[in-house]
């Protein structure tokens, strides 16, 4: 029994840790899309210069 709760309390420590670690993981890769995304804005605008220019 104690060896049971032992295993699922370490089970839990390292879920814990995975979560933590796969949440850093993707704030870091909503920051890149951000990026991008900002990146793509500014080659539309100067790619679409206005006809009547």
Known sequence: ???????VL???D???KENKRL?????H???KV???K???EKEE???LVPSGA
Request: aromatic residues 4%; proline residues 0%.
């Open 34 to 36: 951000s990026v991008l």
């Open 23 to 27: 949440q850093e993981q993707l704030e």
């Open 29 to 31: 890769e909503r920051l």
């Open 45 to 47: 605008k100067r790619t």
């Open 1 to 7: 029994m104690r060896e049971d709760m032992i295993r």
């Open 10 to 12: 370490d089970q839990r």
């Open 14 to 16: 390292f879920l814990v």
């Open 38 to 40: 900002r990146e793509l």
